[in-house]
């Protein structure tokens, strides 16, 4: 088992910036694509950025493409999401997936129940 913790949440201004992180503890030493998806209210669960473990070989939603960044540290066991320009459109509620996938690309079309492991989320709430 994994689990997943995520912290960096909050009330942000349009324009604004936060670094959200999402920490892995437990069977970590497969390689896993962990991503960041997020729930807007009375949305469905949508695909933000995912990174493979390790590299650099990350894939973005269009949407956020420009303004979110995703990273890792494997000494850490953690995932970022730096998300600059946040918009209003933006506010949801942002959880931190992995999954044995080998490919982001991979983790961005697959079914939400088919993903291995999943934190709590954390809220992100941006004011106009």
């Known amino acids: 088992q994994v689990q997943l913790v995520e912290s960096g949440g909050g009330l942000v201004q349009a324009g604004g910036s936060l670094r959200l992180s999402c920490t892995a503890s437990g069977r970590t030493g497969s390689t896993y694509t962990m991503g960041w998806f997020r729930q807007g209210p009375g949305q469905d669960r949508e695909f933000v950025a995912a990174?493979?473990?390790?590299?650099?070989?990350?894939y973005y939603e269009d949407s956020v493409k420009g303004r979110f960044t995703i990273s890792g540290d494997n000494a850490k066991n953690t995932v970022y999401l730096q998300m600059n320009s946040l918009q209003p459109e933006d506010t949801a509620v942002y959880y931190c997936?992995?999954?044995?996938?080998?490919?982001?690309?991979?983790?961005?079309?697959?079914?939400?129940?088919?993903?291995?492991?999943w934190g709590q989320g954390t809220q992100v709430t941006v004011s106009s």
């Open positions: 990174i493979y473990g390790g590299t650099t070989n990350t």
């Open positions: 997936a992995a999954d044995q996938s080998t490919a982001p690309q991979t983790m961005a079309r697959m079914k939400l129940r088919n993903i291995d492991y």
